[in-house]
């Protein structure tokens, strides 16, 4: 991200470091780009944490999204003391996917560690990365706004991903109607027509 969508997750760090100093609580956040791009750091409002917090403010990468190591990170830092009840906040423009395996892995901690997901979309449309993962998508919809452009959102409902292309989300209704690569090239081999896979 850059520019305006750039200033938007930043401002929406900053907010949540603010929030969680006022409510007692730490903040850790994982700044990501490409691959093996992420930048980990404690923010706090002590003079060490408002040191790393400018520092994160003038941090910038050269684009891409690759949300696996910093998400798999995240996981493993919610077995750490202290950690337990953390809330996972992804502030992106949603242009992204988790592995399958760290789907899972995301849903499970979700199931058995009681982790709660909030999305922040900097970005026109909902996405299958993002909506898999979050259980709620707060959509930022004026960010140009926020780098200079008076431009509007050229989107008129952020869940076009779900709304023209619905097969594309792993959702349970999905994943149940979807075969396997083995079961399809059976299917394919025997000639059977999509009415009847199995």
């Given at each position: 991200?850059?520019?305006?969508?750039?200033?938007?997750?930043?401002?929406v760090?900053?907010e949540?470091?603010?929030?969680?100093?006022a409510q007692?609580r730490?903040?850790h956040?994982?700044?990501?780009?490409?691959?093996?791009?992420?930048?980990?750091?404690?923010?706090?409002?002590?003079?060490?944490?408002l040191?790393r917090?400018?520092?994160?403010?003038?941090?910038?990468?050269?684009?891409?999204?690759?949300?696996c190591?910093?998400?798999?990170?995240?996981?493993?830092?919610?077995?750490?003391?202290?950690?337990?009840?953390?809330?996972?906040?992804i502030?992106?423009d949603?242009?992204?996917?988790?592995?399958?395996a760290?789907?899972?892995?995301?849903l499970?901690?979700k199931?058995?560690?009681?982790?709660?997901?909030?999305?922040?979309?900097?970005?026109?449309?909902?996405?299958?990365?993002?909506?898999?993962l979050?259980?709620d998508?707060?959509?930022v919809?004026?960010?140009?706004?926020?780098?200079?452009?008076?431009?509007a959102?050229?989107?008129h409902?952020?869940r076009?991903?779900?709304?023209y292309?619905?097969?594309?989300?792993?959702?349970?209704?999905?994943?149940?109607?979807?075969?396997?690569?083995e079961?399809?090239?059976?299917?394919?081999?025997?000639?059977r027509?999509?009415s009847?896979?199995?």
């Amino acid at each position: 991200m850059r520019g305006g969508a750039e200033a938007v997750a930043k401002a929406v760090v900053l907010e949540a470091a603010r929030i969680a100093h006022a409510q007692r609580r730490a903040c850790h956040v994982y700044a990501f780009g490409g691959p093996d791009e992420v930048v980990e750091l404690t923010l706090g409002f002590d003079s060490a944490g408002l040191t790393r917090l400018v520092d994160f403010i003038g941090q910038a990468f050269r684009g891409g999204t690759d949300i696996c190591l910093p998400l798999e990170r995240a996981l493993v830092r919610l077995g750490e003391s202290g950690w337990q009840q953390a809330d996972l906040m992804i502030a992106s423009d949603g242009e992204f996917g988790a592995t399958p395996a760290l789907a899972a892995a995301v849903l499970q901690a979700k199931t058995t560690q009681g982790l709660r997901v909030q999305g922040v979309l900097i970005g026109d449309r909902e996405t299958v990365g993002l909506a898999e993962l979050a259980d709620d998508v707060f959509w930022v919809r004026d960010w140009r706004r926020f780098g200079g452009s008076s431009a509007a959102s050229p989107v008129h409902d952020r869940r076009l991903t779900a709304l023209y292309f619905p097969g594309a989300l792993r959702s349970a209704q999905n994943r149940a109607a979807t075969l396997d690569g083995e079961a399809a090239a059976r299917a394919v081999r025997a000639g059977r027509k999509e009415s009847n896979p199995t």
